[in-house]
């Protein structure tokens, strides 16, 4: 069964919680390959005894039948079980409307689980003029086997695509209205743009609401790494109080330098038919994480819940860090 996190838990509370970190934890190392790095990760379903989350990867070949040495892999479960030191991975089959698996989407950056659906979710597109007439964003269900995804829906972005690099997506319900938020990264000094609107997933169209720009601290010295490249949001989740929580990430290229963090930037509130957001005085940041590129995380309920972060640190593959 979907969870998520429980509507008891108020930003300022989970904020408060987020800091409480054991120091024995660290990074586990899941692939060394990149074609399995992580750039969005969501909740599939939790026990005492295992979490399963979906990932996707940013690969951009476009055919299920290119050969094997290029990136084709989409979709996966990431399986963290008690106990064990290394997490699983088990690809996804990807199939389309039409139940063909030869039509890959390009560069998947984000994925976000739709309240009150169990295993179905929303996938984001980062550079949407690559994804043409198939759309940004996907809606897809998990089938009951857990082997493979199929596409519900797909739909395009209501804002300008051209130029931007859109990190991020989720979705999230907001008294009793489902509404979309989507993230252009931003660049250097360059801030973020948080973008939302209301989502009708069966007409499969997003009406757009409002936008704001968010800028995150340097991770690094710029001026000493002139080849790195400050993204203030590389992930995205909205907790369904409204609070608005990021990753940033700096990204040094296949080999360079990596560094990330974690940030809490405001929280939208139901205002009439619409939602209104309103920023916190300044990012706060929660974990700051030196040598890697986060791209993805996951908040999971309950006593023995926390937060997880996923990685792609390019050549040198995907890890993970949970604090539960």
Request: proline fraction near 4%; avoid cysteine.
């Amino acid at each position: 069964m979907l969870k998520q996190v429980s509507k008891t838990i108020l930003p300022l509370l989970l904020l408060l919680l987020l800091f409480v970190q054991t120091p024995a934890q660290s990074w586990i190392t899941v692939r060394s390959e990149s074609r399995f790095n992580f750039s969005g990760m969501a909740l599939v379903e939790q026990t005492d005894a295992r979490k399963t989350f979906i990932v996707v990867h940013d690969n951009k070949d476009q055919f299920a039948d290119a050969p094997k040495k290029n990136k084709t892999e989409r979709a996966a479960l990431l399986i963290v079980e008690n106990g064990e030191s290394r997490p699983r991975i088990e690809p996804l089959k990807w199939f389309d409307k039409d139940g063909k698996e030869n039509a890959l989407p390009v560069d998947l950056e984000s994925v976000s689980a739709i309240p009150d659906q169990p295993n179905k979710f929303l996938a984001g597109v980062g550079n949407p003029n690559e994804a043409g007439e198939k759309g940004a964003v996907y809606y897809v269900e998990l089938a009951a086997d857990k082997k493979s995804v199929r596409v519900l829906n797909s739909f395009k972005l209501p804002t300008q695509t051209d130029g931007r690099d859109f990190e991020a997506f989720a979705v999230q319900k907001i008294g009793d209205k489902l509404f979309a938020f989507w993230a252009d990264r931003g660049k250097n000094e360059k801030p973020a743009t948080l973008f939302w609107g209301e989502i009708d997933l069966q007409k499969g169209e997003i009406k757009s609401l409002g936008e704001t720009n968010i800028k995150t601290p340097d991770l690094l010295d710029l001026t000493k790494y002139p080849k790195a490249e400050l993204r203030s949001i590389s992930d995205l989740k909205i907790d369904d109080s409204g609070g608005v929580f990021v990753t940033s990430a700096l990204d040094g290229e296949d080999y360079g330098i990596f560094a990330s963090a974690f940030y809490y930037v405001g929280a939208f509130a139901a205002n009439g038919a619409t939602v209104s957001f309103k920023a916190s005085r300044f990012p706060v940041k929660l974990y700051q994480f030196k040598n890697y590129k986060t791209e993805a995380f996951e908040f999971i309920e309950g006593e023995n819940g926390g937060v997880i972060f996923g990685t792609d640190d390019e050549d040198f593959g995907a890890a993970i860090f949970f604090n539960w």
